[in-house]
């Protein structure tokens, strides 16, 4: 069995405020810790003294977490001690290395742990960016958020629509309506399109290259970065695509940029695509990906651009081993 802790604070003693930061406190907790819901034994969560208008453990249960046993204590007044203040103990009937999770006001507790850092890492299509960022976040246990799904699902509602993908007018109507939604289930993103799960639709070939298009129009690069900006100030993440660094978070606390020669990317995309059981022409693939390079670099707002201060990584013949093990060096130089 193990035991994860983790603790948050309110801004004030409401309802509305405990089922916010229970929420978010157990949802952050299940995704870097790799839960599943129905593992879950027990919840005993605990709260200061002057927190009186609603049980974190009826908030968790309205969070969806109604397959375990909630509990909810208040804790002796202790002189000094950090107001408004929700702690939390899960019981986990499996044996894993825990990571507990201090949000809030609450990170004072665990100085050690509450550093929230953002990674960016930009670079054209197949440059091995997206595969990088996976593994850079599962090892140092933190977010990876697809950015490029994002857009992908953009570009597949416009593509369900029968929409124009050049006209900026048309595909800014067509976002009026947009409901996405990012989800994490297990520890894995999950793309909602409408309440439909496209997390595979948007991986089809013809989807790839509708985004591009898509994303040139300044409507759709302006409300993915705001969505992106916000998942990104709540915590600690690792976000991949080709405007990261220099325009959704140019204050990202390390910046790279991965390439790779086109003839290498086409390579690599083929190989996915086949062992996918998908019939492709590697010409074919090496010119879709030359254009998709110069439509991502000369689109006039956010292009496909090296940040200033972003680390250049080419990795034509680099493994991926090789090339987390330099950009762990980099960031450790860094710190």
């Keep these: 069995m193990t035991v994860i802790r983790g603790a948050t604070t309110i801004a004030q003693d409401t309802k509305e405020e405990i089922q916010k930061a229970v929420a978010e406190l157990l949802e952050q907790i299940v995704t870097f810790n790799r839960l599943k819901r129905d593992e879950i034994m027990s919840v005993v969560f605990s709260s200061t003294t002057d927190i009186?208008?609603?049980?974190?453990?009826?908030?968790?249960?309205?969070?969806?977490f109604e397959c375990c046993s909630l509990f909810s204590a208040m804790e002796p007044e202790i002189d000094g001690g950090l107001p408004l203040c929700i702690r939390?103990?899960?019981?986990?009937?499996?044996?894993?290395?825990?990571?507990?999770?201090?949000?809030?006001?609450?990170?004072?507790?665990?100085?050690?742990?509450?550093?929230?850092?953002?990674?960016?890492?930009?670079?054209?299509?197949g440059s091995g960016k997206s595969t990088i960022a996976k593994r850079l976040a599962n090892d140092y246990r933190i977010l990876y958020l697809d950015t490029g799904a994002m857009y992908r699902a953009c570009a597949l509602k416009a593509l369900r629509g029968n929409v124009d993908l050049e006209d900026e007018e048309a595909i800014g109507a067509c976002m009026r309506d947009l409901d996405l939604n990012i989800e994490y289930q297990d520890g894995a993103q999950r793309t909602l399109l409408g309440g439909e799960d496209v997390s595979e639709a948007i991986r089809e070939p013809n989807v790839s290259m509708a985004a591009s298009t898509v994303s040139k129009h300044p409507v759709v690069r302006l409300r993915m970065a705001e969505k992106q900006r916000e998942i990104a100030g709540r915590m600690s993440c690792v976000l991949d695509g080709r405007d990261i660094g220099t325009f959704v978070l140019p204050a990202a606390d390390f910046k790279f940029f991965l390439t790779a020669s086109a003839e290498v990317r086409a390579k690599r995309r083929y190989d996915e695509l086949t062992a996918k059981g998908h019939a492709v022409d590697y010409e074919?693939?090496?010119?879709?990906?030359?254009?998709?390079?110069?439509?991502?670099?000369?689109?006039?707002?956010?292009p496909l651009k090296q940040a200033d201060d972003a680390v250049l990584i080419d990795t034509s013949n680099?493994?991926?081993?090789?090339?987390?093990?330099?950009?762990?060096?980099?960031?450790?130089e860094s710190i």
């Design 318 to 332: 680099m493994t991926i081993e090789e090339v987390l093990k330099e950009i762990k060096k980099k960031m450790q």
């Design 52 to 64: 009186h208008a609603y049980y974190p453990a009826k908030a968790a249960r309205e969070a969806g």
């Design 284 to 302: 074919a693939l090496k010119k879709e990906i030359i254009k998709r390079d110069e439509q991502d670099s000369t689109r006039e707002i956010a």
């Design 88 to 125: 939390v103990m899960l019981f986990i009937e499996r044996n894993l290395q825990a990571h507990p999770v201090y949000l809030r006001g609450a990170k004072i507790l665990r100085k050690d742990i509450a550093q929230k850092i953002n990674v960016a890492i930009d670079g054209p299509a």
